[in-house]
Protein backbone atom coordinates (compact mmCIF):
# COMPACT_ATOMS: atom_id res chain seq x y z
CA UNK A 1 0.00 0.00 0.00
CA UNK A 2 1.22 3.48 -0.67
CA UNK A 3 1.87 6.45 1.72
CA UNK A 4 -1.61 8.58 0.11
CA UNK A 5 -3.76 5.64 -0.07
CA UNK A 6 -2.18 4.58 3.27
CA UNK A 7 -3.54 7.64 4.23
CA UNK A 8 -7.19 7.27 3.37
CA UNK A 9 -7.72 3.96 4.08
CA UNK A 10 -8.03 3.00 0.71
CA UNK A 11 -6.34 -0.26 -0.15
CA UNK A 12 -3.72 0.13 -3.22
CA UNK A 13 -5.56 -0.65 -6.60
CA UNK A 14 -2.52 -1.95 -9.05
CA UNK A 15 -2.65 -0.84 -12.12
CA UNK A 16 -4.12 -2.89 -14.67
CA UNK A 17 -2.81 -4.24 -18.18
CA UNK A 18 -4.84 -1.68 -19.97
CA UNK A 19 -3.97 1.05 -17.87
CA UNK A 20 0.35 -0.17 -18.04
CA UNK A 21 0.09 -0.40 -22.06
CA UNK A 22 -1.52 2.66 -22.75
CA UNK A 23 1.37 4.20 -20.38
CA UNK A 24 3.62 2.93 -22.56
CA UNK A 25 2.57 3.70 -26.13
CA UNK A 26 2.34 7.25 -24.47
CA UNK A 27 5.70 6.99 -23.64
CA UNK A 28 6.70 5.57 -26.85
CA UNK A 29 5.14 8.55 -28.60
CA UNK A 30 7.00 11.44 -26.69
CA UNK A 31 10.39 9.04 -27.29
CA UNK A 32 9.93 9.28 -30.72
CA UNK A 33 9.24 12.66 -30.75
CA UNK A 34 12.43 13.53 -28.97
CA UNK A 35 14.14 11.87 -31.51
CA UNK A 36 12.39 13.55 -34.36
CA UNK A 37 13.56 17.12 -32.89
CA UNK A 38 17.13 16.43 -32.47
CA UNK A 39 20.01 17.14 -34.63
CA UNK A 40 21.50 14.64 -35.80
CA UNK A 41 18.05 12.93 -36.88
CA UNK A 42 17.77 15.98 -39.45
CA UNK A 43 20.95 15.37 -40.94
CA UNK A 44 19.84 11.46 -41.11
CA UNK A 45 16.14 13.20 -42.82
CA UNK A 46 18.42 15.22 -45.55
CA UNK A 47 19.79 12.16 -46.61
CA UNK A 48 16.93 9.93 -46.60
CA UNK A 49 15.67 12.32 -48.54
CA UNK A 50 17.50 11.89 -51.90
CA UNK A 51 15.90 7.88 -51.68
CA UNK A 52 13.06 7.22 -54.08
CA UNK A 53 9.80 6.73 -52.25
CA UNK A 54 8.74 3.38 -53.79
CA UNK A 55 4.89 2.24 -54.33
CA UNK A 56 3.00 -0.57 -52.44
CA UNK A 57 3.31 -3.14 -55.49
CA UNK A 58 6.81 -2.21 -55.57
CA UNK A 59 7.72 -2.57 -52.43
CA UNK A 60 5.79 -6.15 -52.20
CA UNK A 61 8.17 -6.98 -55.37
CA UNK A 62 11.45 -5.91 -53.18
CA UNK A 63 10.05 -8.08 -50.29
CA UNK A 64 9.48 -11.25 -52.79
CA UNK A 65 12.89 -10.78 -54.57
CA UNK A 66 15.12 -10.26 -51.41
CA UNK A 67 13.03 -10.63 -48.05
CA UNK A 68 16.14 -8.51 -46.10
CA UNK A 69 16.26 -5.37 -47.92
CA UNK A 70 15.83 -2.33 -46.34
CA UNK A 71 16.95 0.49 -48.14
CA UNK A 72 16.80 0.06 -52.46
CA UNK A 73 17.70 2.53 -55.12
CA UNK A 74 19.66 2.17 -58.69
CA UNK A 75 23.02 1.77 -59.41
CA UNK A 76 23.96 5.28 -60.55
CA UNK A 77 22.14 6.79 -57.80
CA UNK A 78 23.83 4.94 -54.90
CA UNK A 79 27.19 6.12 -57.28
CA UNK A 80 26.06 9.50 -56.57
CA UNK A 81 26.04 9.04 -52.93
CA UNK A 82 29.85 7.51 -52.85
CA UNK A 83 28.75 3.91 -52.64
CA UNK A 84 29.36 1.41 -55.11
CA UNK A 85 27.61 -1.96 -55.84
CA UNK A 86 29.70 -4.96 -55.38
CA UNK A 87 31.00 -7.27 -57.87
CA UNK A 88 28.05 -9.86 -58.62
CA UNK A 89 25.30 -8.69 -56.57
CA UNK A 90 21.83 -9.91 -58.68
CA UNK A 91 19.60 -6.23 -58.99
CA UNK A 92 16.18 -6.50 -57.66
CA UNK A 93 13.46 -5.41 -60.38
CA UNK A 94 11.32 -2.61 -59.72
CA UNK A 95 8.37 -1.20 -61.83
CA UNK A 96 9.10 2.72 -63.11
CA UNK A 97 7.96 4.86 -64.48
CA UNK A 98 8.95 5.91 -68.11
CA UNK A 99 7.41 9.30 -69.52
CA UNK A 100 7.71 9.10 -73.49
CA UNK A 101 6.31 11.86 -75.92
CA UNK A 102 4.57 11.32 -79.52
CA UNK A 103 3.62 13.48 -82.28
CA UNK A 104 -0.13 13.39 -83.48
CA UNK A 105 -2.12 15.38 -86.21
CA UNK A 106 -4.80 17.00 -84.48
CA UNK A 107 -7.97 19.47 -85.61
CA UNK A 108 -6.96 23.18 -85.38
CA UNK A 109 -9.71 24.32 -82.80
CA UNK A 110 -11.71 28.22 -82.73
CA UNK A 111 -12.56 29.87 -80.02
CA UNK A 112 -15.54 28.21 -79.37
CA UNK A 113 -13.91 24.44 -79.31
CA UNK A 114 -15.27 24.13 -83.17
CA UNK A 115 -13.03 22.53 -85.95
CA UNK A 116 -11.81 24.84 -88.25
CA UNK A 117 -12.47 24.33 -91.90
CA UNK A 118 -10.11 25.22 -95.08
CA UNK A 119 -11.42 26.79 -98.40
CA UNK A 120 -12.36 23.13 -99.37
CA UNK A 121 -14.22 22.53 -95.97
CA UNK A 122 -11.44 20.22 -95.06
CA UNK A 123 -10.34 20.15 -90.65
CA UNK A 124 -7.25 22.31 -90.88
CA UNK A 125 -4.87 20.24 -89.17
CA UNK A 126 -1.74 20.58 -86.96
CA UNK A 127 1.25 18.43 -85.67
CA UNK A 128 0.95 17.99 -81.61
CA UNK A 129 3.53 16.36 -79.24
CA UNK A 130 1.42 14.54 -76.64
CA UNK A 131 3.52 13.52 -73.37
CA UNK A 132 2.46 10.31 -72.71
CA UNK A 133 3.22 7.81 -69.64
CA UNK A 134 4.82 4.32 -69.63
CA UNK A 135 6.40 1.89 -67.61
CA UNK A 136 9.13 -0.52 -67.45
CA UNK A 137 11.24 -2.91 -65.39
CA UNK A 138 14.41 -1.15 -63.29
CA UNK A 139 17.54 -2.28 -61.68
CA UNK A 140 17.60 -1.68 -57.95
CA UNK A 141 19.90 -3.04 -55.15
CA UNK A 142 19.78 -2.31 -51.30
CA UNK A 143 22.46 -0.91 -49.13
CA UNK A 144 23.78 -4.38 -48.22
CA UNK A 145 24.98 -4.88 -51.85
CA UNK A 146 26.88 -1.93 -51.62
CA UNK A 147 29.84 -0.67 -49.91
CA UNK A 148 31.93 2.78 -49.77
CA UNK A 149 31.14 6.04 -47.75
CA UNK A 150 28.46 5.17 -44.24
CA UNK A 151 25.44 7.44 -44.20
CA UNK A 152 24.29 8.77 -41.05
CA UNK A 153 22.63 6.69 -38.51
CA UNK A 154 20.77 7.94 -35.15
CA UNK A 155 20.88 5.26 -32.25
CA UNK A 156 22.42 2.15 -31.94
CA UNK A 157 23.33 -0.70 -34.24
CA UNK A 158 22.86 -3.03 -31.60
CA UNK A 159 20.76 -4.21 -28.67
CA UNK A 160 22.95 -5.26 -25.92
CA UNK A 161 22.19 -7.42 -22.95
CA UNK A 162 21.12 -10.86 -21.71
CA UNK A 163 17.48 -12.18 -20.55
CA UNK A 164 16.80 -13.72 -17.10
CA UNK A 165 15.54 -17.72 -18.68
CA UNK A 166 16.24 -16.62 -22.49
CA UNK A 167 16.21 -20.16 -23.30
CA UNK A 168 12.95 -20.54 -22.09
CA UNK A 169 11.30 -17.83 -23.12
CA UNK A 170 12.50 -18.64 -26.86
CA UNK A 171 10.54 -21.67 -27.19
CA UNK A 172 7.51 -19.53 -25.27
CA UNK A 173 8.07 -17.65 -28.51
CA UNK A 174 8.19 -20.22 -30.58
CA UNK A 175 4.87 -22.08 -29.64
CA UNK A 176 2.83 -19.01 -30.26
CA UNK A 177 4.47 -17.53 -33.66
CA UNK A 178 1.79 -18.31 -36.22
CA UNK A 179 4.71 -19.18 -38.22
CA UNK A 180 8.35 -21.56 -37.86
CA UNK A 181 11.14 -19.38 -36.32
CA UNK A 182 14.43 -20.06 -37.93
CA UNK A 183 17.85 -19.04 -37.70
CA UNK A 184 20.28 -18.04 -40.29
CA UNK A 185 23.40 -15.93 -41.47
CA UNK A 186 21.64 -12.99 -42.86
CA UNK A 187 24.49 -11.17 -45.56
CA UNK A 188 22.28 -8.36 -46.14
CA UNK A 189 23.14 -6.74 -41.99
CA UNK A 190 19.58 -7.28 -41.41
CA UNK A 191 18.62 -8.43 -38.15
CA UNK A 192 15.74 -10.50 -39.63
CA UNK A 193 12.97 -10.79 -41.80
CA UNK A 194 9.51 -12.36 -42.57
CA UNK A 195 9.41 -14.31 -45.77
CA UNK A 196 5.52 -13.97 -47.20
CA UNK A 197 6.26 -16.38 -49.59
CA UNK A 198 7.95 -18.74 -47.25
CA UNK A 199 5.35 -18.15 -44.86
CA UNK A 200 8.80 -18.30 -42.40
CA UNK A 201 10.73 -16.18 -40.01
CA UNK A 202 14.03 -15.71 -40.47
CA UNK A 203 16.60 -14.53 -37.36
CA UNK A 204 20.32 -13.36 -37.46
CA UNK A 205 22.59 -16.05 -35.59
CA UNK A 206 24.66 -14.65 -33.23
CA UNK A 207 23.49 -11.50 -32.00
CA UNK A 208 22.92 -10.54 -28.11
CA UNK A 209 19.46 -12.04 -26.17
CA UNK A 210 17.95 -9.09 -25.99
CA UNK A 211 18.23 -8.09 -29.65
CA UNK A 212 17.37 -11.56 -30.30
CA UNK A 213 14.09 -11.74 -28.54
CA UNK A 214 13.14 -8.08 -29.72
CA UNK A 215 13.69 -9.26 -33.60
CA UNK A 216 11.38 -12.76 -33.08
CA UNK A 217 8.68 -10.32 -31.66
CA UNK A 218 8.91 -7.95 -34.51
CA UNK A 219 8.76 -10.62 -37.50
CA UNK A 220 5.99 -12.20 -35.08
CA UNK A 221 4.03 -9.43 -34.69
CA UNK A 222 4.50 -8.64 -38.90
CA UNK A 223 2.95 -12.62 -39.15
CA UNK A 224 0.27 -11.71 -37.38
CA UNK A 225 -0.80 -8.53 -39.12
CA UNK A 226 0.88 -8.62 -42.11
CA UNK A 227 0.57 -12.05 -43.76
CA UNK A 228 -2.01 -10.87 -46.02
CA UNK A 229 0.27 -9.65 -49.23
CA UNK A 230 -3.47 -8.29 -50.45
CA UNK A 231 -4.21 -6.11 -47.70
CA UNK A 232 -3.06 -2.26 -48.69
CA UNK A 233 -0.98 -1.51 -45.30
CA UNK A 234 2.21 1.02 -46.40
CA UNK A 235 5.57 -0.52 -45.75
CA UNK A 236 6.01 2.27 -43.38
CA UNK A 237 2.78 1.29 -41.17
CA UNK A 238 3.78 -2.34 -41.37
CA UNK A 239 7.21 -1.52 -39.50
CA UNK A 240 6.02 0.92 -37.04
CA UNK A 241 3.17 -1.88 -35.85
CA UNK A 242 6.25 -3.89 -35.65
CA UNK A 243 8.73 -2.41 -34.00
CA UNK A 244 6.24 -0.60 -32.03
CA UNK A 245 4.55 -3.98 -30.31
CA UNK A 246 8.19 -5.29 -29.76
CA UNK A 247 9.07 -2.30 -27.67
CA UNK A 248 6.00 -2.23 -25.52
CA UNK A 249 6.05 -6.03 -25.01
CA UNK A 250 9.58 -6.18 -23.55
CA UNK A 251 9.15 -3.07 -21.96
CA UNK A 252 6.06 -4.91 -20.14
CA UNK A 253 8.44 -7.61 -19.31
CA UNK A 254 11.43 -5.59 -17.82
CA UNK A 255 13.80 -4.26 -20.67
CA UNK A 256 14.36 -1.77 -22.21
CA UNK A 257 14.91 -0.94 -26.25
CA UNK A 258 14.03 2.83 -26.19
CA UNK A 259 17.42 3.62 -27.74
CA UNK A 260 17.34 1.12 -30.72
CA UNK A 261 13.34 1.55 -31.67
CA UNK A 262 12.51 5.38 -30.96
CA UNK A 263 15.16 6.19 -33.86
CA UNK A 264 13.91 3.09 -35.88
CA UNK A 265 10.39 4.01 -35.62
CA UNK A 266 11.25 7.82 -36.45
CA UNK A 267 12.91 6.47 -39.90
CA UNK A 268 8.93 5.20 -41.19
CA UNK A 269 7.58 7.86 -39.30
CA UNK A 270 7.81 10.53 -42.71
CA UNK A 271 5.52 13.47 -41.21
CA UNK A 272 6.71 16.03 -38.19
CA UNK A 273 3.22 15.12 -36.60
CA UNK A 274 3.59 11.73 -36.59
CA UNK A 275 0.47 10.91 -38.00
CA UNK A 276 1.07 7.74 -39.06
CA UNK A 277 2.64 6.66 -35.75
CA UNK A 278 -0.70 7.87 -34.11
CA UNK A 279 -2.57 6.38 -36.27
CA UNK A 280 -0.68 3.01 -35.71
CA UNK A 281 -0.71 3.18 -31.42
CA UNK A 282 -4.03 1.35 -31.50
CA UNK A 283 -3.12 -1.60 -33.53
CA UNK A 284 0.26 -1.42 -31.39
CA UNK A 285 -1.77 -1.65 -27.85
CA UNK A 286 -3.74 -4.20 -29.01
CA UNK A 287 -1.46 -6.48 -31.01
CA UNK A 288 0.64 -6.20 -27.49
CA UNK A 289 -2.01 -7.13 -25.08
CA UNK A 290 -2.22 -10.26 -27.60
CA UNK A 291 1.30 -11.66 -27.39
CA UNK A 292 1.47 -10.41 -23.58
CA UNK A 293 -1.83 -12.53 -22.80
CA UNK A 294 -0.21 -15.72 -25.40
CA UNK A 295 2.83 -15.43 -23.53
CA UNK A 296 1.50 -15.68 -19.98
CA UNK A 297 -0.58 -18.01 -20.54
CA UNK A 298 2.21 -20.39 -22.27
CA UNK A 299 3.92 -20.03 -19.60
CA UNK A 300 0.98 -20.69 -16.71
CA UNK A 301 0.65 -23.87 -18.88
CA UNK A 302 4.06 -24.92 -18.40
CA UNK A 303 4.48 -23.49 -14.79
CA UNK A 304 1.31 -26.02 -13.96
CA UNK A 305 2.52 -29.21 -16.01
CA UNK A 306 5.86 -28.66 -13.97
CA UNK A 307 4.09 -28.21 -10.90
CA UNK A 308 1.05 -30.39 -10.36
CA UNK A 309 0.48 -30.38 -6.73
CA UNK A 310 -0.10 -26.30 -6.64
CA UNK A 311 -3.63 -25.21 -7.62
CA UNK A 312 -4.13 -21.98 -9.21
CA UNK A 313 -6.07 -19.21 -7.39
CA UNK A 314 -8.77 -19.62 -10.34
CA UNK A 315 -8.73 -23.54 -10.16
CA UNK A 316 -11.48 -25.17 -8.44
CA UNK A 317 -10.43 -28.10 -5.70
CA UNK A 318 -10.65 -31.47 -6.41
CA UNK A 319 -12.85 -33.07 -4.00
CA UNK A 320 -12.75 -37.12 -3.46
CA UNK A 321 -15.64 -39.58 -3.51
CA UNK A 322 -16.00 -40.34 0.07
CA UNK A 323 -17.78 -44.03 -1.13
CA UNK A 324 -14.06 -44.46 -2.60
CA UNK A 325 -12.08 -44.56 0.45
CA UNK A 326 -11.93 -47.93 2.23
CA UNK A 327 -10.10 -50.54 4.49
CA UNK A 328 -8.62 -53.20 2.90
CA UNK A 329 -11.49 -55.71 4.29
CA UNK A 330 -13.77 -52.90 2.02
CA UNK A 331 -15.16 -51.31 5.48
CA UNK A 332 -16.28 -47.74 5.97
CA UNK A 333 -13.76 -45.75 7.40
CA UNK A 334 -16.84 -43.50 7.80
CA UNK A 335 -20.66 -44.18 8.42
CA UNK A 336 -22.45 -44.11 5.24
CA UNK A 337 -24.45 -40.44 5.32
CA UNK A 338 -27.56 -39.14 3.29
CA UNK A 339 -26.67 -36.62 0.89
CA UNK A 340 -23.68 -36.12 2.19
CA UNK A 341 -21.75 -32.69 1.88
CA UNK A 342 -18.77 -32.09 -0.16
CA UNK A 343 -15.37 -31.42 2.72
CA UNK A 344 -13.06 -28.46 1.37
CA UNK A 345 -9.92 -28.50 2.79
CA UNK A 346 -8.81 -24.90 3.89
CA UNK A 347 -6.64 -23.32 2.28
CA UNK A 348 -3.22 -21.65 2.82
CA UNK A 349 -2.19 -18.62 0.77
CA UNK A 350 1.14 -19.12 -0.45
CA UNK A 351 2.34 -16.18 -2.75
CA UNK A 352 0.11 -16.52 -5.94
CA UNK A 353 -0.63 -19.87 -5.68
CA UNK A 354 -2.66 -21.87 -2.66
CA UNK A 355 -1.93 -25.02 -1.33
CA UNK A 356 -3.94 -28.12 -0.14
CA UNK A 357 -2.58 -29.32 3.30
CA UNK A 358 -4.06 -32.67 3.68
CA UNK A 359 -4.62 -34.30 0.21
CA UNK A 360 -7.45 -34.12 -2.22
CA UNK A 361 -10.51 -31.81 -0.47
CA UNK A 362 -9.36 -32.89 3.20
CA UNK A 363 -10.41 -36.55 2.68
CA UNK A 364 -7.18 -38.10 3.47
CA UNK A 365 -7.00 -39.55 6.88
CA UNK A 366 -4.78 -38.46 9.43
CA UNK A 367 -3.18 -40.92 11.56
CA UNK A 368 -5.20 -39.98 14.72
CA UNK A 369 -8.22 -40.13 12.46
CA UNK A 370 -7.17 -43.64 12.09
CA UNK A 371 -6.67 -44.96 15.60
CA UNK A 372 -10.04 -42.98 16.38
CA UNK A 373 -12.14 -45.19 13.87
CA UNK A 374 -10.62 -48.14 14.89
CA UNK A 375 -11.35 -47.82 18.65
CA UNK A 376 -14.67 -47.12 17.54
CA UNK A 377 -14.97 -50.40 15.62
CA UNK A 378 -13.39 -52.41 18.37
CA UNK A 379 -15.85 -50.92 20.92
CA UNK A 380 -19.21 -51.72 19.24
CA UNK A 381 -18.01 -55.12 17.67
CA UNK A 382 -16.99 -57.50 20.36
CA UNK A 383 -15.79 -60.15 18.01
CA UNK A 384 -13.03 -57.75 17.06
CA UNK A 385 -12.28 -57.13 20.56
CA UNK A 386 -8.68 -58.58 21.27
CA UNK A 387 -7.27 -60.97 23.91
CA UNK A 388 -6.46 -59.20 27.01
CA UNK A 389 -2.58 -60.40 26.78
CA UNK A 390 -2.64 -59.46 23.29
CA UNK A 391 -1.57 -55.88 22.39
CA UNK A 392 -3.61 -53.96 19.39
CA UNK A 393 -0.94 -52.91 17.00
CA UNK A 394 -1.48 -49.58 15.17
Known sequence: MDEKNAKNGNEYQRPS???KLKELTDKLQDGVKAVRDSTEYKKLLATMAKFPHYSLNNCMLI????PDATLCQGYNAWKKMGRYVRKGEKGIKVIAPSPYTIQKEVDVLDSK???VLDQDGEPVKQTK???LMGFKAETTFDISQTEGKELPRVGVDELK???DKYEFLMGVLKDISPVPIGFEDIRSGAKGYYHIKDKRIAVQQGMSELQTLKTCIHEITHAMLHGDTTENISKNRKELEAEGTASI???FMGYNTDDYSYPYLCGYTSDADMKELKASLGTIRQTSSRIIKKIEDKLGEIYKERNPEIV???????????KAVKTAKDTPLREPVENPEKVVAERRILGTVRILPDGWGGMKQSLLDNLSLRKNQIKNDPAAKPVKKDREVC
Open 161 to 163: GSI
Open 17 to 19: NEE
Open 312 to 322: ADNEPVKVADS
Open 249 to 251: VLS
Open 63 to 66: AMQK
Open 113 to 115: GRP
Open 129 to 131: ELN
